[in-house]
């Protein structure tokens, strides 16, 4: 089973940066797509920015030119840095990641959340 495990949440002040992590463990025989999300309190889930498996990349137009996914596919983590953090930045911060097994199955996993508060 496939887990992931998010870290690098924080409380800053605006205009900080904080860069997410998120850790995958389990059996992965191909990622498809490995994405972040947010949820603000009282807001619906949105998607923050994605990045297929040969690297193409997409934002969300609220945090274009802030924010930058990256990935190490030899150790199938995906990054989120986040840089001139405004206070509506701040959320649980979800990975998640949709794969298949060795028995190409496809598969989809989140990750337990991480807090980001962006506060003066």
């Known amino acids: 089973q496939v887990q992931l495990v998010e870290s690098g949440g924080a409380s800053v002040q605006p205009g900080g940066s904080l860069r997410l992590s998120c850790a995958t463990s389990?059996?992965?025989?191909?990622?498809?797509?490995m994405n972040w999300y947010r949820q603000a309190p009282g807001k619906q889930r949105e998607l923050v920015a994605a990045?297929?498996?040969?690297?193409?990349?997409n934002y969300a137009d609220s945090v274009k030119g802030r924010f930058t996914i990256d990935r190490d596919n030899a150790k199938n983590r995906v990054y989120l840095q986040m840089n001139s953090l405004k206070p509506e930045d701040t959320a649980v911060y979800y990975c998640?990641?949709?794969?298949?097994?060795?028995?190409?199955?496809?598969?989809?996993?989140w990750g337990q959340g991480t807090l980001v508060t962006v506060s003066s």
């Open positions: 998640n990641v949709q794969y298949s097994d060795p028995s190409d199955r496809y598969l989809e996993v």
């Open positions: 389990g059996s992965i025989f191909s990622i498809y797509v």
């Open positions: 990045i297929t498996s040969g690297g193409r990349t």
